[in-house]
């Protein structure tokens, strides 16, 4: 384990793992018992669920008006047959305005009430059938009963929407079979115990089918949920990693380089030097009189002044010179690829610029100066604690010769 990685916090194991209980499937409706993932697992399909129920009410609109050429054939242009086409009129008229609705607006496929509605009401119109042709009753049941298991597998809905138009169903063929051609109890029995296992059938398979889907899509859901949690997590390890190296970096007051950070950039200057034979020169900058400052306008008033006069260093040295602040009042600056009187000479630059520039503290400005110690290197000259020593020993003779200037060595 790193320096940094020990700083960072466990990730709790629950940030990685979705709640189970959101993606909990009723066995009976084979929906999730959340409503919220319901509502999103049916938005998420609502364009699949469209076509399916397009295509389904497509295919079902063309059989009913196929269906009336036999109807022509037994009941020839009779008021029976007149009566049978209207009946199928109705429900493709009905069908095409679902699909209408459907096709304008996809969310519509996945609400149950509206095919529900239509099922129920072009069930009651079938029933009207049994009346007109009592002679093909058998024949009619048998349709009844590929009707039934259709309902379940072809026309998209919800089970239970189903299962109840499907109880319908059943209900009212035994009710027109027994009002048309009467059957003795046991017929009647057989005949809805006939009715109920294409519903069982199609129940079974429909539950089946739904759960399956809802699984997957649980899955693929849960997988979705522990990416969009690592990818967080990751970005928060990504931030606070970059949030330790800025602290172990940086002064905090300031946000110049601290110390140590300030002898690892030393340390490449110093090696570059050394390779181009260039010139490296310290500055160390020490602000006048600093006590006072904070004595009369307080310790924060103080802190905003360090704060400035860093905002200044920035603005007025050069991008390659390289900034720190090496505690209290002192601030200091490598400039690479710089001789003694150049770096004087920047140095004095920025002491003038200081002591030109008002520093706001509440509704007052106030001025303050800096006195400043310059070294080059020297040739054989490796480390920077020495270089530091060089220049503070300028700056302090700076300071006794009355502040407010430069002084090399
Ligand atoms: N506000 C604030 N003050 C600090 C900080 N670090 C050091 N000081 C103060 O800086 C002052 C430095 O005082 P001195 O060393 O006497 O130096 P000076 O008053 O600047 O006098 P000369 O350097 O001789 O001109 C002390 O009062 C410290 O408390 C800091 O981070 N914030």
């Not at 020990?6 to 189970?20: N, R, V, Y």
Request: charged residues 20%; contains cysteine.
């Amino acid at each position: 384990m790193n320096e940094l990685s020990k700083h960072m916090p466990e990730l709790p194991p629950a940030a990685l793992t979705s709640d189970q209980s959101l993606w909990k499937i009723s066995a009976w409706s084979g929906e999730f018992v959340d409503r919220q993932a319901e509502h999103e697992y049916l938005h998420k399909h609502s364009q699949l669920i469209a076509r399916q129920l397009l295509t389904a009410l497509a295919i079902w609109a063309i059989l009913m008006l196929l269906f009336a050429i036999p109807d022509y054939h037994a009941l020839g242009p009779t008021p029976a047959f007149w009566e049978s086409l209207a009946m199928r009129g109705v429900t493709c008229l009905l069908i095409g305005v679902l699909a209408l609705l459907v096709a304008r607006s996809p969310i519509r496929a996945t609400e149950a009430r509206w095919i529900t509605m239509l099922e129920l009401i072009a069930i009651s119109l079938f029933m009207g059938v049994y009346q007109l042709r009592p002679e093909i009753v058998a024949w009619i049941v048998t349709l009844t009963l590929i009707m039934l298991i259709s309902l379940f597998i072809f026309l998209p809905n919800r089970v239970p929407a189903v299962l109840g138009v499907a109880l319908y169903m059943a209900v009212a063929t035994v009710v027109a079979v027994h009002l048309v051609s009467p059957r003795s109890p046991g017929e009647m029995a057989a005949l809805s115990l006939l009715l109920l296992v294409p519903i069982g059938i199609g129940w079974a398979a429909a539950l089946r089918t739904q759960i399956l889907q809802r699984k997957q899509y649980a899955l693929w859901r849960q997988a979705q949920q522990a990416n969009e949690a690592l990818s967080r997590e990751m970005d928060e390890r990504a931030r606070l990693q970059e949030a330790l190296v800025k602290q172990a970096t940086t002064d905090p007051l300031t946000g110049l380089n601290n110390r140590r950070q300030y002898e690892t950039l030393f340390a490449t200057e110093l090696a570059r030097a050394q390779r181009k034979g260039n010139a490296l020169a310290l500055c160390i900058i020490d602000l006048d009189h600093f006590k006072q400052v904070n004595d009369t306008w307080g310790h924060s008033a103080g802190d905003q002044v360090l704060r400035d006069v860093a905002q200044l260093c920035r603005d007025n040295f050069r991008a390659v010179d390289i900034l720190g602040r090496l505690g209290g009042e002192e601030f200091v600056v490598l400039l690479p690829d710089t001789d003694l009187p150049t770096a004087a000479h920047i140095a004095r630059r920025f002491i003038e610029t200081l002591a030109a520039t008002p520093i706001a503290l509440g509704a007052e400005d106030i001025r303050i100066t800096a006195t400043a110690g310059v070294v080059q290197r020297d040739p054989d000259e490796e480390q920077l604690e020495s270089l530091v020593q060089r220049a503070d020993k300028a700056l302090y003779e700076g300071k006794r010769a009355g502040r407010n200037r430069v002084i090399t060595v």
